[in-house]
């Protein structure tokens, strides 16, 4: 697969978000900053949801790099559980099933799903929900 | 130390004002100040200018006169208007000068912002996904608040009610009629729970405040309004912000939070003592929100408060009194200081329709943005 940006996930069969661990005081954030204070950290796949919304206007391009063809999409937060709160969409979720607590997993989506060459981002689903 | 009052107040009305600049909205608040301060601009000492889209605020010397005054021009996203009005003061304060103006104008372009990650330190596939959307992140903030501190969709409706209610008394405002409730509910969602009714857009407009010594403004005969306190401040740890790809799990204070307790420590007074309050209101839940950061009560009472109409003109803590940005739309450089402007205006006893009975005494303002900026000021009379 074709990542939407280098160094963003982890090169194994399952791919994981690469996080970034500050070296002094070991707090973890997303993405992994430049620079020599914070070292690549794998985050875990597995989370709740914290937040959610629903993307119900096509965002403005740019930077937008999405279809000109929008059907909204809902972006949450999500807790990697002794790591960070990360930001991303939901996929594989009716709009009006999604809840705060909610345990999903991470996984990847062609950001325009009609161009078989398109990049890919993550996204997070409900666990058991595969595709 | 001897306070410093603002002695003049002049605003171009916000909204859209078609072949109309920016700078020229601006233009025109400062010689509406001017008047209102019975001051010519030769009279000026210095100026404070905060534009975000507008151009430079220190070419306005070119419309009001080449006088040589000392001009500078703030840039310091939702803050910039307060980050002028601090600078302001604290130019007095210091003893330098004893007359001056803070102004501020924008206009910006129809629609959402439309923000670059590059201007906030973030890599470009953030916003190649989508996320580069102010829109977003305060309906994340509020949809998690909510499921905290049990507040309803209603009580969102009721802030966006009050809002155009207020509106229709304040001339310079945006939206003017009224529009009920069920109509707010049911409008489309933009970013749920938000409808249309429930998020401000970037608008036009200019404000300006002249400010005085008290000498000066006894000198002047005005009724002295003082600038009790005026802070900006940023983020702590653990904060929750605009464009923030990760958030840590250890939850922290906010922006509003330090800019708050340290103006009421400034002015010496608390949350209880103020008469009238402009809290930044860029969508509905802003407003709930922000008066639990601002100290005024606990998170969770506002759905009380609201359907008692403890923040309506006549009630307990009158909030956002013109309408707030929900009503007048927000041009960034603006927008903080109409709040101040309303506050004078409350102060005075000139609000008409919209005055907040009983004499208020004090006024606070408060606004907050992006990367998680917050200014407060506190009024007295």
């Not at chain 1, 993307?55 to 949450?76: C, E, I, L, N």
């Not at chain 2, 001897?2 to 009305?13: A, E």
């Not at chain 2, 969102?156 to 945006?174: S, T, Y």
Request: proline share 7%.
């Amino acid at each position: 697969m074709r990542p939407i940006a280098e160094g963003l996930f982890t090169d194994e069969t399952s791919p994981r978000l690469v996080g970034g661990r500050n070296r002094e005081t070991g707090r973890i954030v997303f993405p992994c900053p430049s620079g020599k204070d914070y070292e690549p950290y794998p985050l875990g796949r597995q989370g709740t949801i914290w937040s959610y919304t629903i993307q119900r206007y096509r965002p403005k391009s740019p930077p937008y790099a999405g279809p000109d063809d929008f059907r909204p999409w809902p972006v949450a937060y999500i807790e990697l559980p002794g790591e960070v709160i990360v930001e991303g969409r939901l996929t594989n979720v009716e709009f009006d099933a999604i809840r705060i607590g909610m345990p999903v997993e991470l996984t990847f989506m062609p950001l325009d799903p009609a161009k078989p060459d398109s990049v890919m981002i993550y996204a997070f689903q409900p666990i058991g929900d595969k595709q | 130390m001897s306070d410093v009052c603002i002695v003049g107040v002049g605003i171009h009305p916000f909204g859209r004002t078609d072949g109309v600049s920016g700078l020229d909205q601006g233009v025109f608040a400062v010689r509406e100040a001017m008047k209102d301060a019975g001051v010519e601009w030769e009279d000026l000492q210095f100026a404070y200018g905060a534009s975000d889209a507008a151009g430079n605020p220190d070419t306005m010397v070119d419309r009001l006169g080449l006088t040589g005054m000392q001009f500078i021009n703030v840039r310091n996203g939702c803050a910039a208007g307060g980050s002028a009005l601090f600078s302001a003061q604290m130019a007095i304060k210091s003893g330098e000068f004893e007359l001056g103006l803070a102004v501020g104008f924008d206009k910006h372009p129809r629609g959402a912002f439309n923000a670059m990650p590059a201007e906030y330190n973030l890599p470009e596939w953030y916003g190649e996904a989508g996320y580069m959307i102010t829109t977003q992140f305060f309906a994340n903030k509020i949809m998690r608040y909510m499921h905290l501190n049990g507040i309803s969709q209603t009580t969102l409706g009721r802030v966006a009610e009050k809002a155009f209610r207020n509106a229709v008394h304040a001339p310079h405002a945006w939206r003017r009629e009224p529009v009920d409730i069920d109509t707010i509910l049911n409008a489309p969602l933009v970013s749920d729970p938000y409808t249309k009714y429930m998020f401000c857009s970037p608008a036009e407009g200019g404000v300006a405040l002249l400010l005085a010594s008290e000498k000066k403004a006894r000198e002047l005969g005005k009724p002295l309004v003082r600038l009790k306190a005026a802070t900006m401040r940023t983020r702590p740890p653990g904060s929750f912000e605009v464009f923030a790809p990760s958030v840590d799990i250890e939850r922290g204070g906010s922006a509003t939070n330090i800019a708050s307790r340290d103006a009421f420590r400034l002015s010496g007074i608390g949350p209880e003592d103020i008469s009238v309050a402009q809290l930044q209101d860029t969508e509905a839940g802003a407003e709930i929100m922000h008066m639990a950061e601002n100290g005024f009560c606990k998170d969770g009472d506002q759905e009380r408060w609201l359907a008692e109409g403890l923040t309506e003109i006549g009630g307990k803590l009158p909030v956002n009194t013109d309408g707030g940005c929900l009503a007048c739309g927000e041009p960034i450089g603006a927008s903080g200081l109409r709040q101040v402007y309303e506050n004078v205006v409350q102060l005075r006893g000139d609000g008409g329709g919209r005055q907040v009975p009983n004499n208020p005494k004090t006024a606070y303002s408060h606004v907050y943005g992006a990367p998680g900026v917050s200014a407060v000021t506190i009024l007295e009379r």
